[in-house]
């Protein structure tokens, strides 16, 4: 579905971000007095990033033109997928406003450049949902000067915005350091190996209670999980836990339900997850037994000492793979990442330790 995010800063717009149906975008940017100079539309790349393919400026003479976006100056700049660039300048003479030219030098109205240039120059990444960061570059186009790390949280809703959302995902799965209001982060990837899956159903599910797991229909198949760590200056925990089923990015996001739950019954921020009264959460193939008698020798005992675990099946009986939860018991939402055409790309448990 379609979207808008303002980022701001010190209850100040800076961004106006928009996702469009097609996987089109657009940014709008503001200066220094909240009057939105800047237009960038993106559009997909072969390379699977965005091209920023149209940037409008408006220069403008005092805030009367402005309120009724009369503007003195207008320059689009376009780059076309293979490095060939267009810069038009456009004066309001007939306004009354102001026709000198944009650029020193130039005596036509409206001039016309073209050149070429280098498309590496002009992309950016696709970003997850939540994962903002990708536009602070934007920012400083238009004088806007990001500190050496950069903090994003989001601001209050209000009441009635409805169940959780996936706020974040993209940054769980970014290694690196980065400041938080809680203090400095360390993100770490780790491959826990691969979960096998023969009946086309991914259970998620606290290793202790298997009986009514949450499940997922996804291919069968051997597919890599992959660990998020935290560390803070408190430890280190699982941050969350994803197993990929494409190498393709995840378009949209939606909460695993079971068939008698309803999104439109959950309050501001709530959400159905996976119950956890164990301290551990673990992926496995929906047929997948445990021997309850084993669990404490097998599973819950070695975890004490180590994030991560697998206990395999005899091929091409399925395996389990289990780590511990950054929290403890609770609840914890399970997201289904999806491509663009509705495939599951991957499937992961969020524990809420937001980096």
Not at 192 to 197: D, M, P, T, V
């Amino acid at each position: 579905m379609d979207y808008a995010v303002l980022l701001s800063s010190r209850e100040r717009p800076l961004a106006l971000v928009e996702y469009w149906p097609r996987r089109m975008w657009r940014v709008y940017v503001f200066d220094d007095r909240s009057w939105r100079m800047q237009m960038i539309d993106l559009t997909p790349h072969s390379t699977g990033m965005l091209l920023a393919h149209r940037n409008t400026r408006w220069q403008f003479h005092n805030e009367q033109e402005y309120s009724s976006f009369k503007w003195a100056v207008r320059e689009t700049t376009t780059v076309s997928a293979d490095g060939m660039a267009e810069v038009k300048s456009e004066f309001a003479g007939p306004r009354g406003t102001s026709t000198e030219p944009l650029h020193a030098g130039s005596s036509d109205p409206s001039p016309v450049r073209h050149f070429l240039v280098q498309v590496e120059d002009f992309l950016c990444p696709t970003p997850e949902f939540g994962n903002w960061l990708v536009f602070v570059p934007f920012l400083a186009q238009q004088g806007h000067e990001p500190a050496a790390s950069v903090i994003l949280s989001d601001g209050p809703e209000g009441e009635g915005s409805g169940p959780l959302r996936p706020t974040g995902i993209g940054q769980l799965f970014s290694p690196g350091a980065r400041d938080t209001q809680d203090g400095p982060v360390v993100v770490e990837l780790v491959q826990a190996g691969s979960l096998r899956i023969t009946s086309g159903q991914l259970a998620v599910s606290d290793p202790g209670w298997v009986k009514d797991p949450r499940t997922v229909a996804v291919p069968s198949g051997e597919f890599p999980v992959t660990v998020s760590l935290l560390r803070t200056t408190r430890g280190v925990n699982v941050a969350a836990a994803r197993v990929t089923f494409l190498d393709a990015p995840a378009c949209e996001w939606e909460m695993a339900l079971r068939p008698d739950e309803d999104l439109g019954l959950l309050g501001e921020g709530a959400f159905y997850g996976v119950g956890v009264d164990t301290g551990v959460v673990a992926f496995l193939d929906a047929t997948r037994t445990v021997i309850e008698d084993k669990l404490d020798e097998d599973l819950f005992i070695p975890l004490e000492s180590r994030f991560i675990l697998e206990l395999s099946g005899t091929e091409p009986e399925p395996n389990l793979i289990a780590f511990r939860a950054g929290r403890g018991d609770g609840s914890y939402p399970v997201w289904i990442g999806r491509t663009d055409d509705g495939q599951v790309a991957c499937v992961l448990v969020d524990f809420q330790l937001h980096a």
